[in-house]
C-alpha cells in the first residue's frame, strides 16, 4: 500500500463498518488471574466495550530481563478481545522502565532542579534525553509492533503514556548536552544566545556552549529566557521521543495510526500539545475534574481547546474517571449524572471515543482507591450499572460519530508559551493565574449562552466575528501583525492585562505597555498595578477587579469603565478601540466571569454575533454543536443545579441522559437532539 492511500486518522475499522463512538478504558489484565479475564470480556461486552488500551505497564511483565520476552500472556489476552469483538490500542508498553534496566543504568533516571536523583518506585522514571533509555525503549517497540503487526485486534498504537506527566523536567547532564544542542539550533552561535538570554544582566555572558547549563538551582532567580527556552526544549525533547517511538512503528506498520494520550487538564503546561497535535494522526486527551466551582466548565473548556487542536477532527477520550481518583487530597465520588455529563461534554466538543482509567479498579498498588468501570463492589453495583447505561447511550449516538464541531463565531487564544513566560518569578505578581484568566472568559461565555471555540494561537482566525486573547503576554512581531490585521478586517478583539508585554525572547516592548499592541488598542501604561492577594478594586459599572490593574493613559480609544477606587480611581479599567470596520478592547484588571459578563455583552452586540438559544435557556444550558452535510446534533447541558425547561428548540431527540419526556433538563442532564442544516446563504 502506498502512504498516499493510508487513512490513518481513526483507529482502524473494517471497510464499510457502520459509524460508532468508541467505548472502554485501559485493560491491565496482567494484575489479575487468568481466570478474572474471561470475567471481564463477559462485562466488557454487556458493558458495549469496543476497545480497550492494553499493556500499557506492562514492560517489566513482557521483558523480565534485558533477553528474555514473555509474551504469551499478552498473545492469549489479544486473542480473547478478539474473539470477543473488542479491539486493542495497544500500548508500547515503554511507559514505566523496569527495575532490571534502571539497576544496569541508573543513568536513565531523571535529576531534579536541586540535584536529586529521581529513584525507580514508582513509574515514568526516565529522561527524556536518554540515549541508553530510548535504545532499550525502541527495541521493545521494535519487539512488540513485530509480534502484533497482523494482530486483527490491533486498530491503534498508544506510545508509552501520558508524556512528560512526571518526568517534563530533567536537569541531568544528559539534558545539558542536549539542551546545548537545542540552542544552538535555535541561536546559531553563542553570542546570539548572549543577545537573546540578555546576559549583559548579572555577569551572566557565556563565552562557549559548554558553560551554558538548564536553569538548576541558582541563588536567586535564573535568567527568564534560559527559563522559557528550558520549557521549549522540554516539550521539544519528548516530542522528539514521540516521533522517534512513531517512526518505528511507521517502519514495521505503516497502516496503522499511532497516538499518544495527551493532558489537557486544569494546571499541566509543560507539554505544548498545539504543537505537538501535529506529530500523532489523531489526538487523544485524558481528563479529570478538579473540585470547585468552575469544574464543570473546566472539562468543557479542556474538551473545546483538545478539539482545537486537534482542527476540529474527532479526537479519542483515552481516560476520565467513571467516579473518584486517588491523587487529589480529597477524592470525592461522582454525583449521580456526572458520569453521563462529563462523558456527553467531551462528545459534544468532538470525542468520538469515550474511555476511561481503568477498567477493573485495582486490588492493589498506588491506584486501589481510583475508580473504575468495573468497582471493587463488582458488577453488582450502581457504577456498573452506569457504565452499562452510559454504553447504551454511546450506541444511541453513533449517528454523531464522523461528524466536525460546528465552528463557532467567536473565539479565545490560547498561547502556551504566553502560559509559561507570564507565569514566571520575578514578574510584577506570583498571583496572576492564565489559564483562570482564559477560563474566567470562557464562563462568561457560557453564562451569555454563546458558542465560543478555544483555539491554539496560532489558528487562522478567518471566519471569527470575536477574538478573545487573554493574557497574551509573549507576543512575536508577526503576531502582533496578525491582530492588527484580523483587527483591521472588520474582527472585534479582545484582550487583557500583561498581554503584548515581550518578544519572543522575553525582552520588553519599550515605550509604554503593551508594546506590541499599544498603538491598535489607544492606549498606553507607565505602569503596572498589581494588587495583594484578596484586594479588590471597584469599577464604576458596579463590578470590581481583583489581581492587577493598569495605569492606562488614552491614546486614541475610548474609557468604556473606570475605575471607582484604588491606585488608579477614575482612570480606565476598560478601553476600546475602533479602528475601521473593527475593534480592540482592553480589559486591565481581573473581572471574573461576572464582572466580564457586560464587557462581553457590548462586544457581541457590537460585533453582531447572538446567542443560538432562546432566552431563558441562555446561562442555565451550554450549546455544543456538531454537524454533517444534512443534520446538526445540539448538544445541551444543564449548567445548573435546578430543573431547567427546554423550551423552543426544535429536534428530534436522540440521546436524553434521563429517560423522562418531560420539557425540563434536570441538573445534570444532557439532551442531544438532530435537527437539519439551516442553511445560511
Ligand atoms: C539588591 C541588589 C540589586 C538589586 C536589588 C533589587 O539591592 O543589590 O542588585 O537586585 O536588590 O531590589
Ligand atoms: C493518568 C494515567 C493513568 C492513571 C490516571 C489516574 O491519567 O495515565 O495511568 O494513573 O492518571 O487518574
Not at 279 to 307: C, I, K, M, W
Request: charged share 25%.
Amino acid at each position: 500500500m502506498s502512504e498516499k492511500t493510508i487513512d490513518r486518522s481513526w483507529i482502524r475499522r473494517e471497510p464499510g463498518a457502520t459509524p460508532r463512538l468508541e467505548y472502554g478504558a485501559d485493560y491491565n489484565p496482567d494484575q489479575w488471574p487468568r481466570e478474572v479475564w474471561d470475567e471481564d470480556v463477559r462485562l466488557m461486552r454487556r458493558a458495549g466495550v469496543t476497545v480497550v488500551s492494553l499493556a500499557i505497564f506492562s514492560w517489566a511483565r513482557i521483558q523480565p530481563a534485558a533477553d528474555v520476552w514473555d509474551f504469551e500472556w499478552l498473545d492469549d489476552a489479544m486473542d480473547l478481545l478478539h474473539a470477543n469483538g473488542i479491539s486493542v490500542d495497544l500500548a508500547t508498553a515503554t511507559a514505566s522502565p523496569p527495575p532490571w534496566l534502571t539497576t544496569a543504568h541508573p543513568e536513565i533516571l531523571p535529576v531534579t532542579r536541586t540535584g536529586e536523583t529521581v529513584w525507580p518506585g514508582a513509574r515514568q522514571h526516565w529522561r527524556p534525553t536518554s540515549a541508553v533509555f530510548r535504545e532499550h525503549a525502541l527495541r521493545l517497540v521494535d519487539a512488540v509492533a513485530t509480534r502484533y503487526a497482523d494482530h486483527p485486534a490491533l486498530v491503534a498504537w498508544h506510545v508509552s503514556n501520558e508524556l512528560g506527566c512526571h518526568n517534563i523536567y530533567d536537569y541531568s547532564d544528559d539534558a545539558a548536552r542536549e539542551f546545548r544542542l537545542w540552542l544552538e539550533r535555535r541561536y546559531g552561535s553563542v553570542d546570539a544566545l548572549n543577545v537573546a538570554w540578555g546576559t549583559a544582566f548579572w555577569s551572566q555572558r557565556y563565552s562557549a556552549w559548554e558553560q551554558v547549563l538548564p536553569p538548576r538551582l541558582a541563588a536567586s532567580h535564573p535568567n527568564p529566557t534560559q527559563q522559557i527556552d528550558f520549557k521549549r526544549f522540554s516539550s521539544d525533547a519528548l516530542k522528539d521521543y514521540l516521533v522517534a517511538e512513531r517512526e518505528l512503528l511507521r517502519r514495521i506498520t505503516p497502516e496503522v495510526p499511532v497516538t499518544t494520550n495527551f493532558m489537557i487538564m486544569n494546571e499541566t503546561n509543560g507539554m505544548n500539545y498545539a504543537d505537538w497535535a501535529a506529530e500523532v494522526d489523531f489526538v487523544s486527551n485524558d481528563h479529570y475534574v478538579l473540585p470547585g466551582e468552575q469544574s464543570r466548565d473546566e472539562l468543557s473548556f479542556s474538551a473545546n481547546l483538545t478539539g482545537g487542536i486537534a482542527g476540529h477532527r474527532p479526537w479519542f477520550l483515552m481516560e476520565h474517571s467513571t467516579s473518584a481518583v486517588n491523587w487529589q487530597s480529597v477524592n470525592l465520588a461522582k454525583q449521580p449524572g456526572e458520569l453521563f455529563r462529563d462523558s456527553l461534554t467531551h462528545v459534544a466538543h468532538g470525542a468520538d471515543a469515550v474511555c476511561f482509567f481503568q477498567w477493573r479498579q485495582s486490588a492493589a498498588g498506588a491506584e486501589k482507591f481510583h475508580s473504575g468501570m468495573v468497582p471493587h463492589a463488582g458488577e453488582d453495583s450502581d457504577l456498573y450499572r452506569d457504565v452499562v447505561r452510559l454504553g447504551e447511550t454511546l450506541r444511541d449516538l453513533a449517528p454523531v460519530a464522523g461528524t466536525s464541531v460546528t465552528p463557532a463565531r467567536a473565539a479565545i487564544l490560547f498561547d502556551w508559551e504566553s502560559w509559561w513566560a507570564s507565569e514566571k518569578d520575578s514578574h510584577p505578581t506570583q498571583l496572576l493565574r492564565f489559564r483562570a484568566e482564559a477560563l474566567d472568559w470562557y464562563s462568561a461565555f457560557l453564562d451569555a449562552g454563546v458558542r465560543v471555540d478555544v483555539l491554539p494561537s496560532a489558528a487562522s482566525l478567518a471566519g471569527y466575528d470575536v477574538v478573545v486573547a487573554p493574557v497574551f503576554y509573549l507576543m512575536p512581531q508577526d503576531t502582533a501583525d496578525a491582530l492588527r490585521a484580523y483587527v483591521e478586517g472588520g474582527g472585534h478583539l479582545v484582550t487583557t492585562y500583561f498581554s503584548g508585554i515581550v518578544d519572543e525572547n522575553d525582552h520588553v516592548w519599550l515605550g509604554g505597555y503593551p508594546g506590541a499592541l499599544r498603538e491598535l488598542l489607544g492606549i498606553r501604561i507607565q505602569e503596572f498595578g498589581p494588587l495583594l492577594e484578596g484586594d479588590t478594586v471597584a469599577l464604576d459599572n458596579g463590578t470590581s477587579g481583583s489581581v492587577w490593574t493598569d495605569r492606562i493613559d488614552l491614546e486614541g480609544a475610548d474609557a468604556l469603565v473606570r475605575y471607582a477606587d484604588g491606585p488608579q480611581s477614575t482612570r480606565p479599567a476598560v478601553t476600546r478601540n475602533t479602528v475601521g470596520a473593527g475593534s480592540a478592547t482592553y480589559v486591565s484588571t481581573r473581572l471574573g466571569p461576572r464582572g466580564l459578563a457586560p464587557v462581553l455583552a457590548e462586544v457581541l452586540e457590537l460585533a453582531g454575533v447572538e446567542s443560538e438559544l432562546p432566552e431563558p435557556l441562555r446561562g442555565s444550558v451550554e450549546l455544543a454543536v456538531r454537524g454533517s452535510a444534512d443534520s446538526e446534533f445540539w448538544f445541551l447541558v444543564n449548567r445548573t443545579a435546578e430543573p431547567v425547561r427546554i423550551d423552543g428548540i426544535d429536534g428530534e431527540v436522540i440521546v436524553r441522559s434521563v429517560r423522562d419526556d418531560g420539557p425540563a433538563l434536570g441538573s445534570r442532564e444532557v439532551l442531544v437532539l438532530r435537527r437539519p442544516v439551516t442553511s445560511t446563504d
